[in-house]
């Protein structure tokens, strides 16, 4: 049997109980959104039937829910990993997730970079640096038809501001920031908004989370939490200062970290949102199951969350 058609048989027949419960007749109304989305981080597509299968599993079930979504965010890490791969596997991987995405969603989708989304970093050849365009985001970002690696959009009242969060560390490795040309483009656009108006930032590395401090799901040996500089953003300093002088800035969305959270700071509300993939295509990674978020705003600023496990 070709792949295609087992991808596509696999999911026949997705039941109705699958989709977001209906609310019951005696429960009020509830009010309406002005935009009604759906954020699938961590993907981490590559050959094979479990990671094929369930990222068209994932797409066919956001394309079933009830009311419907208007678009997907692509949290970022979309592709197992192209830090390390040669251009042959990191093509590969990239076909891949564009072909599933092609024959299984019909829906608008915005992308955000991931740290596994960016080519060559961790490859041991300065050449590629200096002698191949595609080395680092450029081939993400070309590849995605992304506006660039940092992006604003409009619904209504609300404006969505892609961040890249990903940035090289000269000692090694990545670390979870903005670096100075993006911060000052955020300024630019921050302040250019009306303040009636609100502000949902989306970034692949969350900018505030708890559970960056529960990824090892240990404590070091002296009792403190393991939190690296390359699990959360270590301009939350400055990003809240920032923040400060913008209050139409309400929600900032996650992933990469493929845990949930969801807490609110100084009037913001930092939700992280799981993995598709879950474990990396191996079940649930600590306590949460391979899942997606579906997020409402509101026209008074607040935002509500749902997470979706897609399969069951």
């Known amino acids: 049997m070709q792949r295609r058609k087992f991808i596509r048989n696999s999911s026949i027949g997705l039941a109705s109980g699958l989709l977001l419960p209906a609310l019951p007749e005696s429960s009020p109304r509830p009010r309406k959104p002005l935009v009604r989305l759906a954020h699938l981080s961590d993907i981490h597509v590559k050959p094979g039937i479990v990671p094929e299968t369930g990222l068209a599993k ?6 079933q829910l009830k009311p419907k979504v208007d678009f997907i965010i692509n949290g970022g890490d979309a592709i197992m990993d192209a830090l390390e791969a040669d251009k042959q596997k990191t093509q590969i991987q990239f ?32 050449a590629l640096e200096d002698q191949d365009r595609l080395y680092g ?6 590849t995605f038809g992304m506006p660039g690696r940092h992006y604003r959009f409009t619904k209504g009242r609300w404006h969505f501001i892609i961040l890249d969060s990903t940035q090289l560390n000269p000692e090694g490795g990545y670390i979870g920031k903005l670096d100075e040309p993006q911060f ?13 108006e609100y ?3 989306v970034s692949h590395i969350p900018i505030l989370s708890i559970c960056a401090g529960l990824f090892f799901n240990k404590t070091e040996s002296n009792g403190d939490l393991k939190i690296q500089r390359n699990l959360w953003h270590t301009d939350f300093l400055r990003l809240k200062k920032l923040f400060a002088s913008h209050p139409q800035i309400k929600t900032c969305i996650s992933g990469h970290i493929h845990l949930q959270d969801d807490l609110t700071y100084l009037g913001i509300r930092y939700l992280c949102d799981g993995a598709v993939s879950g474990n990396w295509w191996n079940g649930s990674f600590q306590e949460f199951s391979p899942a997606y978020a579906v997020l409402e705003f509101y026209s008074d600023g607040t935002c509500s ?3 979706v496990q897609y399969e069951k």
Not at 100 to 112: D, Q, R, T
Not at 137 to 142: C, L, N, R
């Open 58 to 63: 994932a797409l066919q079930h956001v394309q």
């Open 95 to 126: 076909d891949l997730f564009k072909t599933i995405l092609k024959n299984e969603n019909s829906l608008p989708v915005y992308h955000c970079i991931g740290n596994h989304d960016t080519w060559g970093w961790f490859i041991k050849n300065k």
């Open 137 to 142: 985001k450029t081939w993400v970002v070309e």
């Open 184 to 196: 000052e483009w955020l300024q630019s656009e921050l302040s250019g908004l009306p303040k009636e």
């Open 199 to 201: 502000v949902c930032l």
């Open 305 to 307: 969350r749902q997470m």
